[in-house]
C-alpha cells in the first residue's frame, strides 16, 4: 500500500483533464476573494485513477498572474499522508528550481505542518496571500497561514507554472487551454 501511495502521489502531476461547472466558490475562497471567479479547473488522473479535482479561484477572469489575488481548491478523491503530500511538492519544486529536495527541508517541515491526511472528499484550499505567504483551509477551516520565500510561486507553481509537471493542464487550470 505505501508503494502504491507514493506512485499516486507522484501522478498528483500526471496529466490532467478538465470540465465544465456552474458551482459556486467555497465558503473560504469567498471569504478571502471578494467576488471570485473560476478561471480554470481540471481532474487529475492516474491511469485509471482519480486523484483530485482542482479549481483556480481569481478576483478577475482576465488572463491569470501569480501577482493576483487567487486562491487554489483541491478536492481529494484517494487517501494521502501529509507527509507524502509535502515530500511530492517539495520534490517538484526542486524539479522546477533545478534543485534538490533537501534544498527545501524547511518548506517541506512548514508544509507538514498545514496539511492533513486527505482521504476522500477531503478539500485543501490554498490562498495567495502575497509572495512571501500563503493561508491554507482544510474543509473550509483555516488550518494554517505559512511564510517562505517567494512561496506562491514556488508552491502554487506545482499546479499553475508553465513548467508544471503537466504544462497543458496548468494552461487549462489558469483558463488558457
Not at 100 to 121: N, Q, R, S, T, Y
Not at 127 to 153: D, F, H, L, Q
Request: hydrophobic share 40%; net charge positive.
Amino acid at each position: 500500500m505505501k508503494i502504491l501511495n507514493t506512485v499516486l502521489a507522484v501522478a498528483l502531476f500526471a496529466p490532467l483533464s478538465t470540465g465544465a461547472n456552474g458551482q459556486a466558490a467555497p465558503n473560504e475562497v469567498k471569504k478571502e476573494i471578494s467576488a471570485p471567479q473560476l478561471q480554470g479547473k481540471h481532474t487529475a488522473r492516474y491511469w485509471w485513477f482519480r486523484l483530485f479535482n482542482a479549481e483556480l479561484w481569481t478576483a478577475n477572469s482576465g488572463e491569470f498572474s501569480f501577482d493576483q489575488e487567487f486562491a487554489l481548491s483541491i478536492s481529494y478523491l484517494y487517501p494521502f499522508t501529509k507527509e507524502l503530500l509535502a515530500r511530492t511538492s517539495v520534490e517538484d519544486i526542486a524539479r522546477v528550481e533545478g534543485g534538490k529536495p533537501e534544498d527545501h527541508a524547511k518548506l517541506e517541515k512548514l508544509l507538514i505542518g498545514c496539511l492533513v491526511d486527505v482521504d476522500k472528499g477531503t478539500r485543501i484550499t490554498g490562498v495567495a496571500e502575497s509572495a512571501n505567504k500563503i493561508a491554507m483551509y482544510v474543509n473550509g477551516r483555516k488550518s494554517c497561514t505559512m511564510s517562505y520565500p517567494n512561496v506562491r510561486k514556488r508552491f502554487f507553481g506545482i499546479w499553475l507554472a508553465p513548467t508544471s509537471r503537466d504544462a497543458k493542464g496548468a494552461r487549462r487550470l489558469r483558463g488558457n487551454g
